[in-house]
């Protein structure tokens, strides 16, 4: 464990490094709480993800549990859902939170704007088809709520309501009275959020990271 | 007869006066006995009708001279619009203050009124930090608050020794006559010129609408560098008589720094607990919520001022802290009186000290030194340069979303110079040097204001900076918001990294079980903010909805989008029910219409009167309004998501008599059918929805009379609440 930090130079970190975008460091620092996590096992599993206590109560834990688990998300354009990861799929979920570069042009910007957003796309579209239904969008309300000591579904069902109202204004503007609406598709999921600026906000820092410290 | 009675003193006096008192001895009144006593014995005046007694309104009639004076100068530079477009409304308003000064100057030949420090630091500044910090937008402070002290700490720093180093060394050339300019003078006057300054950045970038991250970083460093000056200015001030400074007096400054900055927020604080404190228990006076919210932070200010601690962050930290309670505890009116009041108090102060700042450039002795000034100039604009220059790459090593040139430039550019430094320089004592000073802080502050004042705009133009973007309080933008807060304080946690989002979520979960218990009255305590934003949101809507009543457009539906459109297709079979026949459709819609026309036609008598009428304020009980409006919410989604098939009768609607709830509940009380009200078509696919809802065993007259039922509920419903109380209670 000790002789991974101390080589920059695996061949292996140079393959996730160029996959990725991570540094040696980043990618070293990851590989111990990679290894601290799955107890240095080869893999991941859900419930070691649902071992670290702090994770207990996030609202959404579940969710962000989930993801790591979504093939969607191994830049693969795989898809469905796997029972264990390794360090490799570990670190391009990570990834996904890198922030953008200084320099970056603008449809380098642009690409990583899309990245971001189908991240959080996919955590909304539980069942994979590519369209987040009203069900699905309420769920991820009711989700939001449930440790804020809910007042009741109600409340939930009404906020998703009228965000999903929203977007259907925004993105379809006029309909028929008998039309219906199907879901945020992700097309309409990148009008949405437009002017979210995404790409400076769904940052981690991946420096300064010392996991010796916290064996959680 | 008529007989005036005139005051020894002649209108001349009305507009003189020092930066003394504006007292004037009562000797004059006293006359009046005597003057009595010695007509009366010589023969009987007849009885005064009409008198001229100047001296007893002095005072209040000059304030509100000047202050009405500034007000109408700001309305006529709106009524030109040419002009304020190219000059920010700070430089009209020191030209006038020019104008004014000039005019007092010609007319009198004596000492117009000038900026008193008094005045300023007590009356006139506190209003603008005031409005600053209780609106401070808080998530881009936090998230900025590193790069902010920086620059606000070191940066003023670097300034203050960077501009005071070489002027010594300016002063040390022979022939500029500035000989006898010692250092520590130098120190002074560079600790009183490096400070940027709040009311000129805010009067400033006010107008430009830059992006959000660009106008917090130059408007909190103007704020926070506060407490910096406040220690270098008084620990220079007081060493410039003794002439020299030691080493442990310098390490003293430093501890002097940090208790003068922590000791104001702690004071602020307080302060802002107190209020917050308070605000719970206002819930049956509502009218004097407002001013606890002024005099605490007022409080908080002259608290932090008694012992010479920093009282602008003091101010702020007093708001910030107060804001979040406050806004749960208090009114919807209440928070609209603050929010005014604080507008107009901030804004009628600001004119206030650029006009006094054109005046006192009049009237103030000068001593014009080209060397001084000149170097001045060049000084303050080269070292502001160099140190954003130099933090800025120390300071992108650490933050994730780096700084680009474009930025350093607009930081650097907005460094402006205003009235706090023209203030300090005035609190100097008299000497020649405090002259020179004055000049030239003055010219600095003209070269600012003016200079980079009028070219920001179109710089920033020209560099196609990003402008603040226009927030419409998009629901799907606050859930995603919060959304993004837990997902990065989930994967920080897998990171195993106590970062930022950490620490926020466990600030955040401690408030929410502890504080806000303590703070906030009543259930609003346990609400959690998506659903307050989402009621503030429904209030906003339903409130453009009854203004613009009155006009036939309704502008907040720009899409005929509604929400049959989005609920789940229900199986055909319910849809395809054809209760009613075309004519009794066509009878329905006509008087629909005409309904709602009516109801439009009565709207336009009332609803002045309805927003007016309060009487019973007081009484009002909030939580019984937020409670209608989390009832409204779930009634609307209970009728919307379980259409046809429901056999039960339409939901009772609860209608506040309390006048307070006749502006809000118009829409709200019928809101299982206000949501479809809102656009006309709607109101016919609502109709069609009626037969549906009744007994699903239809037959023609059965379905006929509920219509009717309805239809009379409905129009009951969409009348006027005023007159037809009674009515309503069916």
Known sequence: ?216 | MRNFNIRGESVRDVVSGSNETWIRPARSTQEDPHDHHGNSTEHKKAFPVLAFNFEHVRKPFEISMWILLALLMKLGFHIIPRISHVVPESCLLIVVGLLVGGTIKAVEGTNAPVLDSKLFFLYLLPPIILDAGYFLPIRPFTENLGTILVFAVLGTLWNVFFIGGTMFAVCQIDGAGLADVDLLSCLLFGSIISAVDPVAVLAVFEEIHINELLHILVFGESLLNDAVTVVLYHLFKEFSHEGSVSVGDALLGVVCFFVVSLGGILVGFIYGILGAFTSRFTSHTRVIEPLFVFLYSYMAYLSAEVFHLSGIMSLIACGVIMRPYVEANISHKSYTTVKYFLKMWSSVSETLIFIFLGVSTVAGPHDWNWTFVVFTVFLCLVSRVLGVIGLTSIINKFRIVKLTKKDQFIVAYGGLRGAIAFSLGFLLTDSKMKHMFLTAIITVIFFTVFVQGMTIRPLVELLAVKRKKESKGSINEEIHTQFLDHLLTGIEDVCGHYGHHHWKDKLNRFNKKYVKKWLIAGERSTEPQLISFYNKLELKQAMMLVESGSTSKLPSVMSSVSMQNIQPREPPRRRAMPSISKSREEEIRKLLRANLQNTRQRLRSYSRHDLMIDPFEDNVSEVHLRKQRVEMGRRMSHYLTVPANRQEAPPVRKVGFQPEHQVFTYDDAESPRSAEMKPRSAAVRLLNELPQRSDQSDAEPNAKQDDQEDQLKLSRGLSDPGPNQEQKES
Not at chain 1, 68 to 81: I, K, L, M
Not at chain 1, 99 to 109: F, K
Not at chain 1, 160 to 177: K, Q, T
Request: proline share 3%; with cysteine; glycine share 6%.
């Open chain 1, 1 to 216: 464990m000790g002789a991974l930090q101390s080589l920059p130079g695996q061949p292996e970190y140079i393959d996730l490094a160029e996959k990725t975008g991570f540094s040696f460091e980043q990618i070293g620092v990851l590989h111990k709480r990679f290894k601290q996590l799955s107890h240095n096992e080869e893999t991941l599993r859900r419930d070691h993800f649902n071992e670290i206590p702090d994770l207990a109560c996030n609202p959404i834990r579940a969710q962000i549990v989930e993801a790591f688990f979504d093939r969607r998300n191994f830049r693969q354009n795989g898809e469905g859902t796997v029972e264990e990861i390794g360090f490799e799929e570990f670190l391009v979920v990570m990834s996904h939170f890198r922030p953008p570069s200084l320099h970056m042009t603008e449809e380098q910007r642009e690409s990583v704007r899309k990245e971001k957003l189908r991240f959080l796309f996919n955590m909304h579209d539980t069942d994979n088809d590519g369209t987040i239904t009203l069900e699905e969008y309420r769920h991820v309300v009711e989700e939001l709520l449930s440790r804020s000591g809910a007042l009741g579904k109600e409340t939930a069902k009404s906020i998703a309501d009228a965000a999903m109202l929203e977007v259907a204004s925004i993105s379809m503007g006029h309909m028929e009275p008998d039309e219906f609406y199907e879901g945020i598709t992700f097309e309409h999921f990148l009008k949405l959020l437009n002017e979210f600026e995404i790409e400076s906000r769904m940052n981690i820092r991946f420096l300064n990271m010392d996991t010796t410290t916290l064996c959680k």
